[in-house]
């Protein structure tokens, strides 16, 4: 007995520590992953949390080419495709449904998480914003939106397009592993103000390129103020009900209902597509332009400072002999686009150990590409 008061003496401690040092988000943390049978944060984690309704308006269900799935995957790619815990594999050609395949249970209809898919949505988002005149540029301060950062050093010169193109100075740590890091806090706390506000600013903006989760973030509160609506609402009225997607979308958001801009959109495998098609077709859908060429053409740009990897929003592979830019996730979240064949690949599922060696870039990517196109031509 008296061990066992000892025992929740000691809990009761640390838990009050917890509290105190600012990681209370934690226990938020294991009851979403440990009590739910997984390790870490999961494609199929939306519905433990809160979060807003992206709403679409009369779907668009998408034109099947003729030759719908009648060409089998090789045993490379299945393989492939097996190994990394593959939830769907879409293929778009020409505007039309070539190919479609689901694994582990998933089907048309299933909704997973795009992590940071999310990231290029943001920024789509700030373009649209501009493009309405509610953001005035691209080059506004960000302390133009928040005067607090004016006091923040590096922070006062801190722009649109830094956060943007990952190339904010902010002291943050992209590290999807340890609980104590900011994507954790992130993620799993109350609030994102305290998660990215708090953070200190250790170069001037502009100088170097460095990917965080935490400038999307910001970025999208920008955009939030700016707009003066919820982003998922904006979303909706803007792009997916224009779009046609087929399905409501849902984005995670914190106890305030701020989305989080550097992650979360939940959608099925066919809506991702959707998305991809917007940029092959130059951000028309039918006659309507919902997005100024201008714009998309920035975001599909590689910069200098990413040693050419990376746009804003985009990760873009022009080293390859098939050219392609795509939309990137945590655990091989996938929206890839081939303007040479007209061709939008889209992989979903749940691996944690993809290979990175191609400069940043998942090795997946470019196997998808190569391959799919291939067999596809």
């Known amino acids: 007995m008296i061990l066992l008061i000892y025992f929740l003496t000691f809990i009761v401690i640390v838990a009050a520590l917890f509290y105190l040092l600012g990681y209370d988000y934690l226990f938020n943390g294991i009851s979403?992953?440990?009590?739910?049978?997984?390790?870490?944060?999961?494609?199929?984690?939306?519905?433990?949390?809160?979060?807003n309704i992206i709403a679409t308006g009369s779907a668009i269900p998408w034109d099947k080419a003729p030759e719908y799935n009648t060409t089998e995957l090789p045993k490379h790619i299945v393989e492939d495709l097996a190994h990394s815990h593959t939830a769907s594999f879409?293929?778009?050609?020409?505007?039309?449904?070539?190919?479609?395949?689901?694994?582990?249970?998933?089907?048309?209809?299933?909704?997973?998480?795009s992590f940071s898919m999310a990231k290029a949505v943001t920024v789509m988002l700030l373009g649209k914003a501009i493009e309405e005149g509610k953001i005035k540029s691209i080059d506004d301060r960000f302390s133009d939106y928040f005067e607090e950062f004016n006091d923040k050093g590096f922070a006062k010169n801190l722009t649109l397009k830094n956060l943007a193109q990952m190339e904010s100075g902010l002291d943050w740590n992209e590290d999807y592993k340890n609980p104590f890091?900011?994507?954790?806090?992130?993620?799993?706390?109350?609030?994102?103000?305290?998660?990215?506000?708090?953070?200190?600013?250790?170069?001037?903006?502009?100088?170097?390129?460095?990917?965080?989760?935490?400038?999307?973030?910001?970025?999208?509160?920008?955009?939030?103020?700016?707009?003066?609506?919820?982003?998922?609402?904006?979303?909706?009225?803007?792009?997916?009900a224009p779009m046609g997607m087929e399905h409501n979308a849902t984005w995670?958001?914190?106890?305030?209902?701020?989305?989080?801009?550097?992650?979360?959109?939940?959608?099925?495998?066919?809506?991702?597509?959707?998305?991809?098609?917007?940029?092959?077709?130059?951000?028309?859908?039918?006659?309507?332009?919902?997005l100024n060429l201008d714009f998309i053409n920035q975001m599909r740009t590689p910069t200098e400072k990413s040693?050419?990897?990376?746009?804003?929003?985009?990760?873009?592979?022009?080293?390859?002999?098939?050219?392609?830019?795509?939309?990137?996730?945590?655990?091989?979240?996938?929206?890839i686009m081939v303007p040479e064949h007209d061709m939008v690949i889209v992989r979903t599922g749940s691996y944690n150990n993809l290979p990175k060696n191609d400069r940043g870039r998942p090795d997946q990517v470019k196997f998808l590409v190569n391959e799919t196109v291939k067999l596809f031509q």
């Open 90 to 113: 879409i293929v778009i050609k020409n505007g039309k449904l070539v190919h479609e395949q689901y694994w582990n249970g998933y089907d048309q209809y299933s909704q997973t998480n």
């Open 181 to 240: 890091l900011p994507n954790a806090k992130a993620y799993y706390g109350r609030s994102l103000i305290k998660a990215t506000f708090s953070r200190k600013f250790k170069g001037n903006p502009g100088e170097r390129f460095e990917y965080q989760s935490g400038s999307t973030q910001l970025l999208g509160f920008a955009v939030r103020k700016a707009v003066d609506q919820s982003l998922s609402s904006y979303l909706s009225e803007k792009f997916w």
């Open 32 to 51: 979403k992953t440990y009590f739910k049978g997984k390790t870490s944060a999961n494609i199929d984690d939306g519905k433990f949390f809160t979060h």
């Open 307 to 335: 040693k050419e990897i990376y746009g804003m929003g985009f990760w873009i592979n022009h080293d390859n002999p098939v050219k392609h830019y795509y939309f990137l996730g945590l655990q091989g979240q996938y929206i």
């Open 252 to 290: 995670s958001t914190d106890n305030s209902g701020m989305e989080k801009t550097y992650c979360c959109i939940h959608s099925t495998a066919r809506d991702f597509a959707r998305l991809g098609q917007l940029f092959l077709n130059n951000g028309k859908v039918g006659n309507r332009q919902l």
